[in-house]
């Protein structure tokens, strides 16, 4: 799928859900789909700085040179925003990755009006920290 069709389908699948207590359960529910991060991959050098929550994210590139991500927080709602942004960011070359504004998206399925203020900064760190690590 394209960067714009796995936007929008993600756009729909929140469409369809009614309430924002909904919305959040559903957020919770893409966290707790994430496969485990290894122990070891738990560290400082994977740590995101500026979360008030604990969080991990692993960008690798494949031999393909697309990126693959992979995350975690100790935090449910913030683990399910590690979820979102894996589906935008994980597989993509790193073109594609630049050209992903995950605001705009967070703005069209409603989350950024929300999320409280720890948890936007927390996703800005996250994101300033993929789009740094997808440009090396």
């Known amino acids: 799928m394209s960067v714009t069709e796995d936007?929008?389908?993600?756009?729909?699948?929140?469409?369809?859900l009614g309430d924002w207590e909904e919305r959040y359960r559903y957020l919770i529910?893409?966290?707790?789909?994430?496969?485990?991060?290894?122990?070891?991959?738990?560290?400082e050098q994977t740590k995101v700085k500026g979360c008030v929550s604990q969080v991990w994210l692993v960008l690798e590139r494949g031999a393909d040179g697309r990126l693959r991500l992979r995350g975690d927080s100790d935090a449910h709602i913030v683990k399910g925003l590690v979820a979102l942004l894996t589906r935008l960011y994980d597989g993509r070359s790193p073109e594609e990755a630049r050209a992903i504004d995950p605001r705009d998206v967070l703005a069209r399925i409603g989350l950024s009006e929300h999320l409280s203020p720890q948890r936007s900064n927390g996703l800005?760190?996250?994101?300033?920290?993929?789009?740094?690590?997808?440009?090396?």
């Open 7 to 16: 936007i929008e389908a993600l756009v729909e699948e929140f469409d369809f």
């Open 29 to 43: 529910e893409l966290g707790q789909a994430l496969p485990a991060l290894a122990p070891h991959e738990r560290n």
């Open 124 to 136: 800005a760190s996250m994101v300033a920290r993929i789009q740094s690590d997808a440009q090396s």
